[in-house]
């Protein structure tokens, strides 16, 4: 069975502590995986603060919660923090029905989820200097939970490089 073509993840800025990353689609029960691969390839570079832009995020079950709270609780055992911005209305509130909106910070823009960070953390964002290590790099492989990928962007419908 062909996975749907439910999950982008695309990195928009990063630094040494940190990355902003694009989530588009859908993520669930198919897409999460990638969704681990693509966030372990940031972890595995030493990264321990994430933001997520979820402005396109038009879809999240509970596997898919699964992984932002696992996501979560990992970088906090870093000293780091996961971020959500832009959250729109269907992932919000499934983030209040469960009571996760507790737990997951979220901001309604990028730039002020960054501002929470030490100024020395912060990836750079437009109008604040250029994009570190910005880019867009196709993968097939997949990994276990949070391991390491050879890309940047993960999209389930595509096939394996």
């Keep these: 069975m062909p996975l749907p073509d439910g999950l ?3 990195a928009l800025a990063s630094c040494e502590a940190g990355a902003v990353l694009r ?3 859908e993520l669930d029960h198919f897409t999460e995986q990638l969704f681990r691969a693509s966030v372990g390839t940031f972890l595995d570079r030493g990264h321990h603060h994430v933001v997520l832009d979820c402005a396109t995020l038009t879809f999240c079950d509970s596997r898919g919660l699964n992984c932002l709270l696992s996501l979560q609780w990992l970088l906090e055992r870093r000293q780091g923090r996961l971020l959500l911005a832009r959250v729109r209305h269907n992932v919000a509130r499934v983030l ?3 009571g996760s909106g507790e737990l997951l910070r979220t901001y309604p ?3 002020q989820a ?5 100024r ?3 990836p750079g964002w437009p109008g604040a200097g250029s994009l570190e290590g910005a880019g867009t790099y196709s ?13 940047y962007e993960y999209r389930s419908g595509a ?3």
Aim: glycine share 14%; charged share 10%.
């Design 8 to 10: 982008e993840m695309t």
């Design 23 to 25: 989530i588009s689609g």
């Design 96 to 98: 209040h029905l469960t």
């Design 109 to 111: 823009t990028v730039a």
């Design 114 to 118: 960054l501002a929470t960070l030490p």
């Design 120 to 122: 020395e953390e912060r």
């Design 139 to 151: 993968s097939g492989s997949s990994g276990s939970a949070y391991s390491s990928g050879s890309g």
């Design 159 to 161: 096939a394996p490089a």
